[in-house]
């Protein structure tokens, strides 16, 4: 079956720094994977994913995340973190047996302070 | 373009009664989604939805329910509520199969007591 994890329950960075989020999938086949931002009392919103080609995918808002294979880990990343970046973020990975259905990691706050 | 639409944002029912979610799309998305959110299991896919026809189903009992027409919009339905339903309850829309994306609305809290 397909899985993600995210090994980090919440990340702190100072403004202004880079930010790394981590995750690893484990999948049979070709990983379809996906990141996705949670904010207080809201929905998803998708941030960017990886279907196949370059390594390294940009997204919305800055956020960029690159595909190692052999690590099997597809980490998000900024270069310069924002406060309003402060959110919940999660990593998925496409169920490979079921057309749409996304299997969700953990999720990883992020805390970025003035 | 509308995003995804969810009624209510929030519900408060009671242990044994049943409740109805309903869901609109993105125009011309024909996929809809549905996920439960807690704190305790985090995203849990519940089914999907593709042209009226239920592709696919989590692992949940069969207290959860859905139906989709055919304006795309997408309705769940949870019978014999108990107090483990409460739940952030997120809808979600895609173009179809070979699309990736999946678009989420803002989801329904709901409250069992």
């Known amino acids: 079956a397909q899985s993600v994890a995210q090994p980090e329950d919440q990340v702190n960075v100072a403004e202004g720094n880079p930010l790394t989020v981590k995750c690893t999938y484990s999948v049979s086949g070709n990983p379809y994977l996906f990141w996705y931002v949670q904010y207080p009392n809201r929905g998803l919103q998708f941030l960017l994913k990886?279907?196949?080609?370059?390594?390294l995918v940009k997204g919305s808002y800055g956020f960029e995340a690159e595909f190692n294979k052999s690590q099997t880990s597809f980490h998000l990343k900024k270069p310069s973190a924002l406060v309003s970046d402060s959110a919940l973020y999660f990593c998925?990975?496409?169920?490979?047996?079921?057309?749409?259905?996304?299997?969700f990691g953990t999720g990883t706050r992020l805390l970025v302070s003035p | 373009k509308a995003g995804v639409t969810q009624t209510p944002r929030y519900l408060i029912k009671t242990r044994g009664q049943q409740v109805t979610l309903s869901c609109s799309p993105i125009s011309g998305h024909r996929s809809v989604s549905w996920y439960q959110q807690t704190p305790g299991q985090g995203l849990q896919f519940l089914f999907e939805?593709?042209?009226?026809?239920?592709?696919n189903k989590g692992n949940f009992p069969g207290r959860f329910s859905g139906r989709q027409f055919s304006n795309s919009r997408s309705e769940m339905n949870v019978s014999t509520l108990e107090l483990g339903d409460s739940a952030l309850y997120l809808c979600a829309s895609s173009l179809g199969q070979k699309t990736y994306e999946q678009y989420f609305g803002p989801g329904t809290r709901l409250t069992v007591t």
């Open positions: 998925a990975v496409r169920d490979m047996t079921g057309f749409q259905k996304l299997v």
């Open positions: 990886y279907i196949t080609g370059d390594n």
């Open positions: 939805y593709f042209s009226e026809t239920q592709r």
